[in-house]
């Protein structure tokens, strides 16, 4: 054969292959979600997400010191609270279990970007997202309760605030509120694209937020719809969204493509409790090699287009990154 175009010539050995290779990940796109607890001495297993645990305050400094040596540079609480009530009142308590994390995070590891995931489903009796009536969510009720948690986890030492619950004008809300109250610099990383997802299931145990009547397709997104990402994008951008996102990832790669290509804005895409799960099970059960499989989708998230993934994985990964550089 006289062939002229030759694309195995790429590929010929490991070095040509890494040197001309697109997409990487790297330790700093990797965000890892924490769940906090009230309590002592609690680090309790959550069944569908093996090595995911809860973790108190006191348990959670010694789980720190090992995630920061490792190489994670940003976390994203989650609260476990004791209580619950009708308006989610825990997660506007300046003294709350995510806010205690904040500081006591900040206090030991200042350069840790932290996060705190803005929604009412884990502090409300009912499990839904916002305030309810009549069997109804509300929806401009329910932006003073969140701009009021986003305050208080900027108070807190939040860097960022990430409202995940799909009100609309929450974004908005939020930046004023928090721009009035002195906390122009705290960014938004707006959970802009949002599906109400099946992939949810694992979290909604961890965090005993699974709602108790109804489900949350009157705010989350409908995953039937592909140019809805885009206008639920806009309007966060317009409100103010400092880094965007996509939710759930890895069946969604082709939103994450769509949403990339149209906003300029870091994008972040969220690898879910379902999908964590997934990989989890298959890997125990030695039926796939889970390094590799949780790699190529890493990769496959960040060729889609993704700045940033949030990933139960991210300790793991940034062990596995590393061996990998100490191996050169
Ligand atoms: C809170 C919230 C949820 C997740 C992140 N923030 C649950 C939900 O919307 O039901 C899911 C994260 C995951 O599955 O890993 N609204």
New binding site residues.
Partial sequence: MNLTRRPRRLRRTAQIRNLVHEVDVRCDDLIY?VFVTEGENVQSPIESMPGIYHYSLDRLAIHLKEVWEKGVRAVIF?GVPDHKDACGSGAYDPDGIVQRALRMTKKLYSEMICIA?I?L??YTDHGH?GVIKDGEVLNDETLELLSKAAVSCAAAGADIVAP??MMDGRIGHMRHTLDAAGYAHTLIMAYSV?YASA??G???EA?D?APAFGD?KSY?MDFRNRREALLETELDMEEGADIIMVKPALAYLDIVRTVSEAFDLPLCT?S???EYAMMKAAAMNGWIDEKRVVMESMIAMKRAGAKMIITYYAPQIAEWLREEEGQR
């Fill in positions: 979600p989650f995931d929604c489903c884990e997202c995940s619950d949002k992939f949810y694992p979290f909604r965090a937020s949350r989350q969220y879910v409790s379902g």
